[in-house]
């Protein structure tokens, strides 16, 4: 399949039912479908900002080398990762990288992109739009042997899942894609969300305990729309493979995939401020140990929900997740259904906990109440 026999539906129209349902309720609606961050963006994100905004010539693709120079850094700082600044290259948000990474990689008719069982959409709309098949799959096993395979997308801690995958599993998919000449791209977006005991950050797909001492055929994709409020300005970026990194950037320049300078400069104040991160880090914790008690209380099984935005969350009453979404509704809550995420994730839910302190608060009380 490729671009002009593409017509998949927006999986997201088929909540609209259920949304009419939830809107209902005399308390009104409390949305935990999306994690879009409701927080202010920070202060000192949005001086740099406005302070850049006098652009009136093109911004380089690459990135500034300041903006370069601050990803290089945070790696190092925050990952524990070294990596050189032209291995590094912003991107308009991280969702435009995975739908498009195929495409841009070259990949077509016989390739294979292999995304997780339970995943993010776009992974598998961006294997079929470059006409690529798609491989659901978590076992190593399954497509090591498969030499079609030109793609492999990792998703650690998972949306929607909040599973983080152990240094062993994440090193053993590295290795097998190595072994096939297969891309490796880790999808880390939620990597400073880390809820374990002892955890601030997750290990990188670039990390030197699961890739060993060079970055070759590996990539990490990041975004700064979790850690510092900033969705509406789609600030991420890609970092690793040398080689792979220019091949994107010389593609994009013909393209014009470039982000504004503005931004690029609103990018390097976040990467520099950790404090803002910290905080917001807490104001999430709280919002989810709430959330997460009532759930509980509830009854409700859960899966992962270990970093990240999300609780990952089924009544074991319910056949499907349709049933749980319909339960959630006539409370006024809207919630994800696990049926977007793969055919395994049929009976299950996903609940954001980016709603303000209120909506929580509401939300766990409407999902204890008799």
């Not at 497509?143 to 599973?163: C, D, E, F, H, I």
Request: aromatic residues 8%; hydrophobic residues 45%; glycine residues 10%.
């Amino acid at each position: 399949m490729g671009f002009a026999e593409f017509d998949e539906d927006y999986p997201w129209d088929a909540l609209i039912p259920y949304r009419r349902r939830a809107s209902q309720h005399p308390g009104g609606t409390v949305d935990l479908s999306i994690g879009t961050p409701i927080d202010p963006t920070p202060s000192a994100v949005q001086e740099a900002l406005a302070a850049a905004s006098g652009a009136p010539g093109y911004p380089l693709t690459a990135g500034t080398p300041a903006l370069r120079a601050a990803i290089a850094r945070w790696f190092l700082r925050r990952r524990g990762v070294e990596i050189a600044p032209e291995a590094t290259l912003p991107t308009i948000g991280s969702k435009e990288l995975v739908g498009l990474l195929p495409s841009l990689l070259g990949l077509g008719a016989g390739d294979v992109v292999v995304h997780p069982a339970v995943a993010y959409p776009t992974y598998r709309v961006g294997a079929l739009l470059a006409g690529a098949q798609a491989l659901a799959s978590d076992d190593v096993d399954e497509w090591s042997a498969n030499s079609a395979v030109k793609l492999v997308w990792l998703n650690s801690p998972s949306n929607p899942t909040g599973r983080v995958m152990p240094d062993a599993e994440i090193a053993r998919a590295i290795a097998a894609a190595r072994q096939l000449g297969a891309v490796v791209v880790g999808d880390e977006c939620y990597a400073e969300l880390d809820w374990r005991a002892g955890g601030s950050t997750t290990t990188s797909v670039l990390s030197a305990e699961v890739c060993g001492d060079s970055h070759e055929g590996v990539l990490a994709a990041y975004s700064l729309s979790k850690q510092s409020n900033v969705a509406g300005y789609r600030a991420a970026f890609v970092a690793g493979d040398r080689a792979i990194v220019d091949r994107l950037l010389r593609i994009r320049k013909h393209l014009g995939m470039i982000v504004p300078e503005p931004i690029q400069a609103a990018m390097t104040a976040a990467l520099e401020d950790d404090a803002h991160v910290t905080a917001q880090r807490e104001l999430y914790r709280g919002r989810r140990q709430k959330l997460l008690a009532a759930v509980r209380e509830a009854g409700f099984e859960l899966h992962g929900s270990e970093a990240g935005l999300y609780l990952w969350a089924r009544r074991p009453e319910d056949e499907d997740c349709w049933a749980t979404i319909g339960w959630l509704a006539d409370r006024g809550i809207v919630a994800g259904p696990g049926e977007f995420y793969g055919e395994s994730a049929r009976r299950w839910v996903r609940l954001s906990v980016t709603a303000s302190d209120e909506d929580i608060s509401t939300a766990a009380a409407r999902i204890i109440e008799r």
